[in-house]
């Protein structure tokens, strides 16, 4: 999503070192507190006690600087999700949620194995929400992580802004250590954005409702542009280096036509004008090559990685074994 990606919290150890880091007197802190009593109408005093109070996570600063799926061929990444537990959970996650995610599925197009393969690679459905204070965390990455402190900075804007719209203690919400947080892992401007109220009790829960998670997955989907019964990927062959096909491009940029002349031929007949993305991974088996369509590249603005979204789609598939 233009959500950041989380799940290496998974399997990275993550180790909260905290160190006091006087963010109340720097210039920059006090230049944010501005923005937000000018723009937002937040109480100067409340801020400044807040920020007084934040840790700087150094933990935070080394998981962002290597995360799991720019350090991992898919040989590695691939079991990490298509775990026997994972599937067998997620079968169970969807038994049990069945008549949510059939709504769900009909409202938006998005299937039931997708949605519960989203929750169960984000927080193997729901059992690991994360333990780092999203506070903290986007303080740390918004101003003292200088390559993406305006996404990060802005992310704090809308955590604030999110904790006054739902009524959420800014200082006791826990998350990823990029500050994605509840079942789906949906970071502050995300959550604020997609996140529907699916269980009809006038409150978008994230954390404790599931059918909130299942209804703003799919929302989520559905506003990044999912087709109803649309394919994700199709496994291709290339009998010869193509010329103009980028390689693991998220966006399909491509025309059917013109990767069939480059020698990247697929078994199932797509129309000509259909675009698409060559994904090159390195498998069990050596090199993959698949074709990417218009759903891979929404699933990615989920995560912008193409592991991640072969990752959700195989356990899709498995789920509807
Ligand atoms: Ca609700």
């Known amino acids: 999503m233009k959500k950041i990606a989380t799940i290496i919290a998974t399997f990275v150890l993550l180790l909260p070192l905290a160190a006091q880091a006087n963010y109340a007197q720097r210039k920059d802190v006090q230049e944010f507190i501005d923005q937000m009593?000018?723009?937002?109408?937040f109480d100067r005093a409340v801020?400044?006690?807040?920020?007084?109070?934040?840790?700087?996570?150094?933990?935070?600063?080394?998981a962002i600087a290597k995360p799991a799926e720019k350090t991992l061929t898919w040989e590695q990444y691939r079991p990490i999700f298509?775990?026997?537990k994972r599937i067998k959970l997620g079968k169970e996650f969807i038994q049990k949620n069945r008549v949510l995610l059939e709504r769900a599925e009909k409202e938006t197009g998005v299937s039931k194995s997708i949605i519960a393969a989203i929750i169960g690679v984000e927080t193997y459905y729901g059992r690991h929400k994360g333990k780092?204070?999203?506070?903290?965390s986007l303080m740390t990455l918004g101003f003292d992580y200088p390559p993406r402190s305006k996404f990060f900075r802005s992310e704090l804007e809308h955590f604030?802004?999110?904790?006054?719209?739902?009524?959420?203690?800014?200082?006791?919400?826990?998350?990823?250590?990029a500050g994605a947080m509840g079942m789906p892992q949906f970071i502050s401007s995300s959550y604020r954005a997609y996140a529907v109220d699916f269980d009809g009790d006038g409150k978008r829960d994230l954390w404790d409702s599931t059918a909130d998670v299942i209804g703003s997955v799919a929302n989520y989907f559905k506003k990044h542009g999912w087709q109803r019964g649309g394919d994700v990927v199709q496994r291709a062959r290339v009998k010869t280096s193509p010329e103009n096909a980028t390689r693991n491009k998220l966006k399909p940029h491509t025309s059917i036509a013109d990767f069939r002349h480059q020698g990247v031929i697929t078994n199932k007949a797509y129309a000509d004008d259909v675009m698409a993305t060559l994904v090159t991974l390195?498998?069990?088996?050596?090199?993959?090559?698949?074709?990417g369509l218009k759903n891979f590249y929404v699933i990615t603005r989920y995560?912008?990685?193409a592991l991640y979204a072969m990752a959700v789609y195989q356990l899709s598939l498995e789920l509807e074994k």
């Open 82 to 84: 298509l775990k026997k």
């Open 47 to 62: 801020l400044n006690q807040w920020v007084a109070k934040a840790n700087r996570l150094d933990g935070v600063l080394e």
């Open 282 to 291: 390195e498998g069990d088996d050596g090199i993959e090559h698949w074709l």
């Open 132 to 136: 780092t204070s999203v506070f903290d």
């Open 37 to 41: 009593v000018d723009k937002h109408d």
């Open 160 to 177: 604030l802004l999110l904790a006054r719209e739902v009524d959420i203690d800014v200082s006791s919400i826990k998350g990823s250590y």
């Open 303 to 305: 995560n912008h990685s």
